[in-house]
């Protein structure tokens, strides 16, 4: 057994809401369609892609490593679907990691909503671990913030 200097977590929840110009049925399919997800979550311009599978049902894990430009560490993100309620609901817990190690424990619901005029509105909702400093809280809701406007483009250009 090897001696691991243990870091408290900072524990934090945070909201993001967006409206789509897309059906609740689009959006949600940009997360079921593989191919889809890959594009808007998964790549990233000048990022190294090391894996990804994608298993988008209860019980279904998700897997990939990146390494951003100039960076020399991996890092990972394992998603397990905890709840799927077909256009309507996606409740994951994640763990994202640095070199192998645990950065944050997160539970996450997505909801979506119709708006009425042929859109959705887009709610989520994370609560989480995270093991660095306070920042890490504002910088996972920044990231998050990042993916949902790659999300938009997503649905822009392959409606």
């Excluded at 190690?101 to 995270?130: N, W």
Aim: hydrophobic share 30%; aromatic share 16%.
């Amino acid at each position: 057994m090897t001696t691991q200097t243990l870091t408290r977590p900072h524990f934090g929840t945070f909201t993001i809401e967006r409206t789509y110009k897309h059906s609740p049925e689009r959006v949600f399919a940009a997360f079921e369609n593989a191919d889809a997800f890959y594009r808007w979550f998964i790549s990233g311009e000048g990022w190294e892609i090391g894996c990804f599978t994608h298993d988008f049902r209860v019980g279904g894990h998700d897997r990939s490593e990146f390494r951003p430009e100039g960076h020399h560490e991996w890092f990972g993100n394992d998603t397990w679907y905890l709840e799927i309620a077909q256009n309507h609901r996606i409740v994951t817990a994640y763990t994202m990691s640095a070199g192998g190690k645990p950065m944050s424990h997160s539970l996450s619901i997505i909801e979506l909503y119709s708006d009425g005029k042929g859109g959705c509105r887009f709610v989520y909702t994370e609560q989480g671990a995270y093991y660095g400093d306070e920042n890490d809280i504002r910088n996972r809701r920044a990231g998050c913030d990042e993916l949902f406007d790659k999300l938009e483009i997503e649905l822009r250009g392959h409606s």
